[in-house]
T-cell receptor, first 114, second 111 residues
Framework: GAVVSQHPSWVICKSGTSVKIECRSLDFQATTMFWYRQFPKQSLMLMATSNEGSKATYEQGVEKDKFLINHASLTLSTLTVTSAHPEDSSFYIC??????????FGPGTRLTVT | KQEVTQIPAALSVPEGENLVLNCSFT??????LQWFRQDPGKGLTSLLL?????REQTSGRLNASLDKSSGRSTLYIAASQPGDSATYLCAVRRPPDKLIFGTGTRLQVFP
């Protein structure tokens, strides 16, 4: 149990376009979901925390207008990278947390902006 | 500000060796500490979770200890195997609900 999926697993887009990444909790309801970014050979850095039905809380230094997060249901959160640039190329990982439990992580999405 | 550091950054050992990976954190106000494994280009697999009130947790060949007062945790891997090759991350859960990850240890176990 406690499976989190992400779609797509990898995406290539052109500079200036927007790309949406989905994070789903498949067998549980997650009141809270988290989005992380991981650059090559670096650790995970929390970007934002989203609670179902409310606005996401962004970490310092993360542009909320560039990284749009929507947590419309208890099983789905989306991250949209708007006007993507090559420096946004990274590995994006989401996690979902059912009430009273720890975070369960998705498999990640590799974004390459050309 | 909570900082989490892992030593060594990389480790290469022959199969069969017992290993110790180290994790240190600067703020002892944590809920728990978790060790993860990450294979290249993949997500995270949770290995062990130690609550702040606990001293250690064991799962198979893995044993993790926690000394909250000194801000340290160790992950002990017994009889290492090539399949153990991966990056190992520790993370502390800080109030109210935030995971702070360490810098990671890249482990290679060769036959």
């Amino acid at each position: 149990g406690a499976v989190v999926s992400q779609h797509p697993s990898w995406v290539i887009c052109k500079s200036g376009t927007s790309v949406k990444i989905e994070c789903r909790s498949l067998d549980f309801q997650a009141t809270t979901m988290f989005w992380y970014r991981q650059f090559p050979k670096q650790s995970l850095m929390l970007m934002a925390t989203s609670n179902e039905g409310s606005k996401a809380t962004y970490e310092q230094g993360v542009e909320k207008d560039k990284f749009l997060i929507n947590h419309a249901s208890l099983t789905l959160s989306t991250l949209t990278v708007t006007s993507a640039h090559p420096e946004d190329s990274s590995f994006y990982i989401c996690s979902a947390r059912p009430p009273g439990y720890e975070q369960y992580f998705g498999p990640g999405t590799r974004l390459t902006v050309t | 500000k909570q900082e989490v550091t892992q030593i060594p950054a990389a480790l290469s050992v022959p199969e069969g060796e017992n290993l110790v990976l180290n994790c240190s954190f600067t703020d002892s106000a944590i809920y728990n500490l978790q060790w993860f494994r990450q294979d290249p280009g993949k997500g995270l697999t949770s290995l062990l979770l130690i609550q702040s009130s606990q001293r250690e947790q064991t799962s198979g060949r893995l044993n993790a200890s926690l000394d909250k007062s000194s801000g340290r945790s160790t992950l002990y891997i017994a009889a290492s195997q090539p399949g153990d090759s991966a990056t190992y991350l520790c993370a502390v859960r800080r109030p109210p609900d935030k995971l702070i990850f360490g810098t990671g240890t890249r482990l290679q176990v060769f036959p």
